[in-house]
Antibody, heavy 123, light 106 residues
């Protein structure tokens, strides 16, 4: 079955750019949305943004000015860049596969999640 | 921006029914979904499109969605159901999570 694996540095300095990659194995990226979600220590889930396999994106308005998500379907990977990080960006970062559509109402749900990777922002 | 509100905590005795609510403006016009997250683990989808269960999710998990409220119901709650639960909806192309509810089984 489809599996997702996050990778990237676990420690990032303040004001620098956080870069993570999610590798998709066991399935195609086609026809799905690919999301990044984060969870600060002891807090709830926060959606960062998603990219459709074709490349269209949508971001959380509160993070939009600092976020870039890209996709490389030839490598079955998608990536997150978050610029100008501060301690408030310290969190577990998850990637997830999204399903979206309309069945009388709009829906979006994430059915496959990576294990998450911890990113600490500190000098 | 769109907001979803959940109670911070819900307690239930083993074998009883637990109900976790999620409220948002005109939430009944959208499909909510629910995730279960146990300590140190990734979230797991337990309900999607309001009331559907993914493969492998026990029948005791059910969902409903009308008006301004979505509800996750766990019938015959077991100790293994103790976890944080998050509702989620899609509004104007953006994904919104509720703040999460800690379910305690005692």
């Amino acid at each position: 079955q489809v599996q997702l694996q996050e990778s990237g540095p676990g420690l990032v300095k303040p004001s620098e750019t956080l870069s993570l990659t999610c590798t998709v194995s066991g399935g195609s990226m086609r026809s799905y949305y690919w999301s990044w979600i984060r969870q600060p220590p002891g807090k709830g889930l926060e959606w960062i943004g998603y990219i459709y396999y074709s490349g269209s994106t949508n971001y959380n308005p509160s993070l939009k000015s600092r976020v870039t998500i890209s996709v490389d379907t030839s490598k079955n990977q998608f990536s997150l860049k978050l610029s100008s990080v501060t301690a408030a960006d310290t969190a577990v970062y998850y990637c997830a596969r999204g399903n979206s559509g309309f069945a009388g109402r709009n829906y979006y749900y994430m059915d496959v999640w990576g294990k998450g990777t911890t990113v600490t922002v500190s000098s | 921006s769109y907001e979803l509100t959940q109670p911070p905590s819900v307690s239930v005795s083993p074998g009883q029914t637990a109900s976790i609510t999620c409220s948002g403006d005109k939430l009944g016009d959208k499909y909510a979904c629910w995730y279960q997250q146990k300590p140190g683990q990734s979230p797991v989808l337990v309900i999607y499109q309001g009331s559907k269960r993914p493969s492998g999710i026990p029948e005791r998990f059910s969902g409903s969605n009308s008006g301004n409220t979505a509800t996750l119901t766990i019938s015959g709650t077991q100790a293994m159901d103790e976890a944080d639960y998050y509702c989620q909806a899609w509004d104007s192309g953006t994904v919104v999570f509720g703040g999460g509810t800690k379910l305690t089984v005692l």
